[in-house]
């Protein structure tokens, strides 16, 4: 089935310059990118969008790092391209992605409280059309 998905190159991203790098993978895989806005954003916008780790250790070092510079926030579109962009982006863990990925490939501990891990892809239908709403709310 055809679905969409939000994902975001996280400020370390953009600040080392791989946005394009990301994109270049998104569209050779085949998916197709819907909208592309790059924009730096506040505690209200990265408290909704990580709103189900509120509470967790990581989750202030997390928003102050997400607000720390601009995102390049992307949708983007093909049949089952949630699943297909989280094996693209690899692991949580930059150290444990695996090569092939794009944390794995271009990502690394940099012995940062938070794990900068250059992208955001959403984990499922219910959090792509959650997290599209907040980002994009006229595609919602
Ligand atoms: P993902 O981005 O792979 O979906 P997640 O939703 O569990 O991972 O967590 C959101 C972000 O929070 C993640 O990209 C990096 C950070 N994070 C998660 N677990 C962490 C941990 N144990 N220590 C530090 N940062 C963590
Ligand atoms: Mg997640």
């Not at 690394?108 to 994009?136: C, M, T, Y």
Request: hydrophobic share 40%; charged share 25%; aromatic share 6%.
């Amino acid at each position: 089935m055809t679905e969409r998905s939000l994902v975001l190159v996280k400020p370390d991203g953009v600040r080392r310059g791989l946005t394009g790098e990301v994109l270049h993978r998104i569209e050779g895989k085949g998916y197709e990118l819907v909208a592309l806005d790059r924009r730096t954003v506040g505690r209200d916008i990265l408290a909704e969008h990580y709103a189900e780790h509120e509470g967790k250790p990581f989750y202030e070092p997390l928003v102050e790092f997400m607000s720390s510079g601009p995102v390049v926030a992307v949708v983007i579109e093909g049949e089952r391209c949630i699943e297909g962009f989280r094996a693209l982006a690899g692991a949580t863990d930059p150290t444990a992605a695996l090569p092939g990925t794009i944390r794995g490939d271009l990502g690394r501990d940099w012995g940062l409280k938070v794990q900068q891990n250059l992208v955001h892809g959403s984990d499922s239908p219910e959090s792509a059309s959650r997290e599209i709403a907040i980002w994009f709310p006229h595609l919602a």
